[in-house]
């Protein structure tokens, strides 16, 4: 086929001209089993159990009262005895932990919240303790049962308690506060213009204890985890130097884990937020993370990193020149399929990036282990592998298409064409015609390659696809590769001696092999 005839389809290639930012933001807004409706990786509320609460039976210490029942606590409630009001309170909170069925929406409807609140202003700081404690957990239920907590005058009082002297009393405040928090936006943005980040970050000493930095960082997620919006700029740059801090010094795995997570959130949150983490001199410590020995870790870490790959070439670049690329064999070909989903993902903003950037892909030796997902991995890590396929061949030269070629993309990349999912194939369309566009001498390899693969009974089938993008690219794909010559009769013959059970089948078993499921479980990592 003449040059002239290629160049005349150049233009109706889709995302012919489109800048690699374009591409990413393409890719983004594609990623809801990634980046949108998965399942929290960490929980945004938490309830105060103990371990001796959690068991069935409590023993009761001889030397003190019987606790009270519900009926008694609302008798007793607002008893002017010190003794009598720590029995309610203690009572109450006891109710209030229970595994099951804890009776905060009794206690609510019986008016106990005023009381609770009122104890946190004690000069006692065991009745402090207890009222908080309580307080915590009516928040870490449903929002109207959060919102009742803060209706009642909650928050200042436990913002003014992150500085009591009394530990246990600043660590149920802390909790209590990161309840509120977790319960959206609109409460944080609130705990937030009350003050709430220096008394918080105040807090992190190197005497503090291990299980308070716990909860001071799950409280950090929470200040991080909303994009809708994402909290305030003013704020995040309060936290990024605590998140620093703790990604470099702590050597706690949950710590380790709940700060990568806060990074993720805020690297989740655009461009403006991508800079911050990178100008906070994040990205060299969170790069190594790909490969720490604990799962989880490398897990958030992987997010993470992906989501700034998201952003500008420049962004992109500061993660390459951390080294990132050279833990990606092992990702690759690690046991989990989702961390193998993820990891194709981030490749496929890489090779939507600049042609240095997909040079580093293949300089890595990266594309033939992607060549091998798009092959033979499960469905969704071989669509991000469609991406980072296709976008190469949008973004890279031609000797880069060529090397695509040479590692034998063709098969794995036709068979896509029996999907039912049309996204998929239309990515598939769109790399097969700029791989068409771009191979020079090695176009009749291609069309051999397409035509012993079944590729060009399945493009010839997709001209009687009801999507007219998919029928207009499948027309384009026969049309460039014979020109006059192309012979629809000769195309039927080789559609016939696939034979009736052949496309059938294949589209039969796709469906099988590819179905969605509307699980939310299944769009999260399954640890």
């Not at 009926?71 to 720590?86: F, G, M, T, W």
């Not at 071989?382 to 031609?398: V, Y």
Request: hydrophobic share 40%; with cysteine.
């Amino acid at each position: 086929m003449s040059d002239s005839l290629i160049n005349s389809r150049q233009l109706a290639f889709k995302n012919a001209g489109k800048s690699a930012d374009e591409m990413r933001r393409r890719r983004q807004e594609g990623q809801v089993e990634l980046r949108k409706t998965k399942r929290d990786e960490c929980l945004q509320k938490k309830r105060n159990i103990p371990a001796e609460v959690s068991a069935e039976a409590e023993v009761e210490v001889a030397d003190k009262p019987p606790l009270l029942n519900l009926p008694d606590i609302v008798e007793h409630a607002n008893s002017d005895d010190p003794a009598v009001r720590l029995l309610v309170v203690q009572s109450a909170r006891k109710l209030l932990s229970s595994d099951r069925h804890p009776p905060i929406d009794e206690l609510i409807s019986c008016n106990v919240l005023p009381m609770l609140v009122s104890c946190l202003d004690s000069e006692n700081p065991t009745l402090q303790f207890e009222a908080a404690w309580a307080l915590t957990n009516i928040a870490s239920g449903n929002s109207k049962q959060t919102a009742a907590v803060v209706q009642a005058g909650a928050v200042p009082h436990f913002l003014k308690l992150l500085s009591s002297p009394h530990m246990n009393v600043s660590e149920q405040a802390v909790w209590a506060l990161g309840n509120i928090i977790g319960d959206g936006p609109q409460l944080r943005d609130m705990v937030i213009k009350q003050g709430l980040i220096k008394p918080l970050l105040n807090l992190l000493t190197p005497s503090i204890s291990i299980t308070f930095l716990r909860n001071i960082t799950w409280v950090m997620v929470n200040l991080c985890r909303s994009k809708d919006p994402h909290p305030p700029f003013e704020t995040v740059n309060e936290l990024l130097p605590a998140l620093l801090y703790l990604i470099t010094n702590t050597s706690d795995s949950q710590i380790l884990v709940d700060t990568v997570w806060a990074i993720s959130y805020l690297t989740d949150g655009g461009n403006n937020l991508i800079s911050m983490v990178i100008n906070a001199e994040i990205v060299p410590h969170l790069v190594p993370l790909l490969s720490h020995p604990n799962f989880k870790v490398q897990t958030a870490a992987l997010r993470a990193v992906g989501n700034i790959v998201t952003g500008t070439d420049q962004q992109t670049q500061v993660v390459l020149d951390c080294g990132a690329l050279s833990h990606f064999p092992q990702l690759l070909n690690h046991p989990k399929d989702k961390i193998n989903k993820e990891a194709v993902w981030f490749l496929s903003n890489i090779t939507a990036g600049d042609k240095s950037q997909v040079q580093a892909v293949i300089d890595h030796n990266l594309i033939p282990l992607i060549i091998g997902h798009l092959d033979k991995s499960e469905f969704q890590t071989q669509k991000e592998a469609a991406w980072a396929i296709s976008n190469l061949t949008i973004n890279g030269n031609e000797e880069q298409v060529r090397y695509l070629v040479s590692q034998d993309v063709i098969p794995p990349l036709c068979k896509l064409l029996s999907s039912r999912d049309s996204q998929v194939v239309q990515v598939v369309l769109d790399g097969i015609s700029n791989i068409i566009k771009m191979c020079g001498n090695m176009l009749e390899q291609v069309m051999t390659s397409i035509e012993s693969c079944g590729g060009l009974a399945l493009i010839e089938s997709l001209q009687q696809n009801a999507n007219s993008s998919i029928f207009n690219a499948a027309y384009k794909i026969l049309e460039m590769l014979y020109g006059s010559e192309y012979d629809s009769v000769a195309v039927n013959v080789a559609l016939q001696d696939i034979g009736e059970d052949g496309i059938d089948a294949q589209n039969e078993q796709k469906e099988e092999t590819f179905t969605f499921k509307a699980n939310p479980d299944n769009m999260a990592f399954d640890f």
